[in-house]
């Protein structure tokens, strides 16, 4: 009976939930130092995430390897740590070209929660392993939970359900020694401290949580082949902007002028990749397509081996 305000208690020592001494007046400052305050508040963010790159970088490996094996990467989260997974998800696409399926954000309380909170949606356990259960996760699927507390009971559901059936799985949180990084196979906590805003999770814990985000799927791409050197050779490039940024990469890669490099990109339909290899190993586009299917899409591999 007594259960549950027991753990709602054990927020009360997190430091996430703390308040930041020297800030008593933070309301009556003038904006311009107000904002000084908010600004200077996020510095712990960078080097929480510096501080973690060896959990970062193992997570990284853990996570390519099973998306080599045919697996899928799950995000979990619930208020702000749900909506910066849906943010970090949505952009793989664009940014390499994967599937939709690929990269997948599930947050607490479904879509709605997106903009408006959904009353207890966080607190069903139960809930974060039926959403996972819907999409028939695997043992070569991944499965990342965030959550700033570390103990939030939608994601920590989640992470039991995919610990059990041989998922890898990673926690992201601003609280050392939490119940979510104890389950997981690969934990990155991310010491931020207190807030400028008492318990504003959003905020530095927040910032740094979507700094880790983009290194960490960032670095799955490259260790994927999305990448060559540092341009994002496998851009879908679907505006005007995207196909010139498509064109400058080609001719940066290869040196090839202008004519040449639009040449290539019209024959591989504006894909960089396909292009890249053309002009650098002196084919035409079918060879270089071939090239790319034997190297598993990496512009690397299908250069050396022809």
């Known amino acids: 009976m ?35 305050t908010l600004a200077e508040g996020q510095r712990a963010a960078q080097a929480a995430v510096m501080a973690a790159v ?4 193992a997570a990284a490996d853990a996570i390519a390897a099973r998306l080599l094996q ?16 849906i943010l970090d998800a949505s952009e793989c696409p664009p940014t390499f070209n994967t599937p ?39 043992p ?33 949180v601003n609280n050392a020694g939490s119940e979510l990084a104890g389950i997981a196979d690969t934990a990155i906590e991310l010491s931020t401290g ?16 979507k700094i880790a985000l983009n290194t960490l799927s960032t670095a799955v791409m490259v260790r994927l082949g999305k990448t060559y050197g540092p341009y994002m050779v496998d851009v879908r490039a679907t505006n005007a902007k995207l196909r010139r940024r498509a064109l400058r990469m080609v001719q940066q890669i290869t040196g090839a002028d202008l004519a040449d490099s639009t040449e290539a990109l019209a024959a591989t339909s504006g894909r960089v990749k396909p292009a890249v290899v053309m002009l650098l190993a002196g084919c035409d586009a079918e060879e270089a397509e071939r090239r790319l299917a034997a190297a598993g899409g990496r512009v690397r591999g299908a250069l050396a081996h022809g």
């Not at 805003?197 to 949580?209: D, E, N, Y």
Request: aromatic letters at 2%; glycine letters at 14%; proline letters at 6%.
């Open 100 to 138: 939709p399926e690929l990269v997948v954000a599930l947050m607490a309380g479904g879509p709605a929660a997106v903009q408006e909170a959904v009353e207890g949606a966080e607190d069903d356990a139960a809930a974060g392993g039926a959403d996972l259960r819907a999409r028939n996760l695997g």
């Open 54 to 57: 060896p959990a970062i970088a």
């Open 140 to 172: 070569n699927d991944a499965v990342v939970g965030i959550a700033a507390s570390g103990r939030t009971p939608y994601v920590v559901g989640a992470l039991r359900h995919a610990r059990g059936l041989g998922s890898h799985t990673v926690a992201i």
């Open 194 to 209: 207190p807030e400028v805003i008492a318990g504003s999770t959003r905020l530095c814990a927040g910032t740094a949580q």
């Open 70 to 85: 045919g697996g899928r990467l799950f995000y979990l989260g619930a208020g702000t740590s749900g909506r910066l997974a």
């Open 2 to 36: 007594h259960q549950p305000a027991r753990q709602d208690a054990a927020l009360d020592v997190l430091a996430t939930e703390s308040v930041r001494p020297g800030l008593d007046d933070l309301d009556c400052r003038p904006t311009e130092e107000l904002v000084r």
